[in-house]
């Protein structure tokens, strides 16, 4: 009797871990207030820090990014947002501003649930390799794919390394296509004063790097499977 193919299985199994994790890893730093916090001590702007430079408080400005965060998670929300800033009460984001943070947050929310069929397909399939005794199998299919998410990876390193600036703007390009709402002027535009590019190089090399941590963790618990596996 003919022995059934799992390879697709095995491969579809890889591919959702791997979407699941990265899409894991960058909600949880893009929503880590923690970080944009430590940034916005660090970081500056024509040599004022970005709540100086801005012309509101630290407190202002945290109070600030956790409504603009929140937003990105709530259909249901509005960016309408009064502040003093520099002593003056005016609307804090412009409506090319809004418009752009719509687009931001259907991204967001569309990858959540992107997030939650990749957590489902992976337990799914996982769980019937396990019960299936089919680790080792599995094991050598999820060598395959990794092998091909190293070059992947080391080619994004490379491209980020060497020219942010040329990656993100494709990135935005193909997320934010139809429209350049996305480009903001960092001398009037509030929404790229809290997250100014040296920003986005930051949380983007961020997020490699746990990424790549994750996916190490991952592959070392394949690993540890498949040799109990073949002991037992």
Not at 49 to 66: P, Q, R, V, W
Not at 110 to 134: D, E, Q, W
Not at 183 to 199: A, C, Q, S, T, Y
Request: with cysteine; aromatic share 20%; charged share 15%.
């Amino acid at each position: 009797m003919q022995k059934r193919n799992y390879s697709f299985i095995y491969y579809i199994c890889s591919i959702s871990f791997i979407l699941l994790s990265l899409l894991s890893v960058i909600h949880f730093w893009c929503f880590n207030e923690s970080f944009y916090q430590s940034e916005h001590r660090k970081l500056t702007l024509n040599n004022k820090s970005i709540a100086e430079y801005i012309g509101i408080s630290n407190d202002e400005l945290d109070e600030l990014t956790s409504f603009t965060l929140n937003y990105l998670n709530d259909s249901n929300a509005s960016l309408n947002k009064q502040m003093f800033i520099n002593g003056e009460l005016r609307e804090v984001f412009t409506a090319d501003e809004k418009a752009h943070m719509v687009d931001v947050q259907k991204l967001n929310i569309t990858s959540i649930y992107f997030g939650f069929i990749a957590l489902i397909v992976f337990i799914s399939t996982f769980l019937f390799i396990c019960f299936n005794k089919l680790i080792n199998k599995f094991y050598k299919a999820n060598n395959n794919v990794f092998k091909l998410f190293v070059v992947f990876i080391s080619i994004l390193i490379i491209w980020i390394v060497i020219d942010f600036n040329s990656f993100w703007n494709f990135f935005h390009h193909v997320f934010f296509a139809g429209n350049d709402l996305w480009i903001l002027d960092l001398n009037k535009d509030i929404l790229i004063m809290i997250v100014p590019p040296e920003f986005f190089f930051h949380l983007v090399s961020t997020i490699v790097n746990s990424f790549i941590i994750v996916l190490i963790i991952y592959y070392l618990f394949i690993y540890y499977l498949n040799k109990r596996y073949i002991n037992d």
